[in-house]
């Protein structure tokens, strides 16, 4: 019965990805940034500032030290990448869809004459 249930539930949530695992790793990099910031405000030596700064500690050596930095360096040069393929990957989508700029206002714009256009001098 309980397997006849589990069939209709549908397919079940893979495990998370290297993507899913960077994405996260730059969250807790981000919290911990947002934790420093927060204890510089609270009172040295009190139980709140101690607990925050071990915090701090124990996530960042998960990160690969330095505070996790090294990483998000290297995810934030992932995103800008995969970010200006799409930028890429859209604009030869729309060129292809809207017939290469042809008639479209601003469409004659540099580039090459096309070729049933008489060059100058002809």
Same mark, same amino acid.
């Given at each position: /019965?309980a397997?006849?249930?589990?069939s209709k539930m549908?397919? =079940?949530v893979?495990?998370? *990805?290297?993507g899913n695992?960077?994405?996260? /790793?730059n969250?807790?990099i981000q919290? #911990?940034? !947002?934790?420093?910031?927060a +204890?510089l405000?609270l009172q040295p @030596?009190?139980?709140?500032h101690?607990?925050v700064?071990r !915090? #701090?500690? $124990?996530?960042?050596?998960?990160l690969?030290?330095?505070g996790g930095? @090294?990483?998000a360096v290297?995810?934030?040069?992932t /995103? #800008? %990448?995969?970010?200006?393929k799409?930028t890429i990957?859209?604009?030869?989508l =729309?060129?292809i /869809?809207? +017939? %290469? %700029? $042809? +008639?479209q206002? +601003? *469409?004659g714009q %540099? @580039?090459?004459?096309m070729?049933s256009t008489?060059?100058? *001098?002809s």
């Amino acid at each position: /019965m309980a397997a006849f249930a589990r069939s209709k539930m549908g397919a =079940q949530v893979s495990a998370p *990805g290297p993507g899913n695992q960077a994405d996260s /790793m730059n969250l807790i990099i981000q919290a #911990i940034q !947002t934790l420093k910031q927060a +204890g510089l405000g609270l009172q040295p @030596g009190s139980k709140l500032h101690s607990d925050v700064f071990r !915090t #701090i500690s $124990q996530l960042s050596r998960h990160l690969g030290g330095a505070g996790g930095m @090294g990483p998000a360096v290297g995810i934030q040069k992932t /995103m #800008i %990448g995969d970010q200006l393929k799409r930028t890429i990957q859209n604009a030869l989508l =729309q060129k292809i /869809m809207g +017939g %290469g %700029g $042809q +008639g479209q206002p +601003g *469409g004659g714009q %540099g @580039g090459a004459p096309m070729p049933s256009t008489p060059l100058p *001098g002809s």
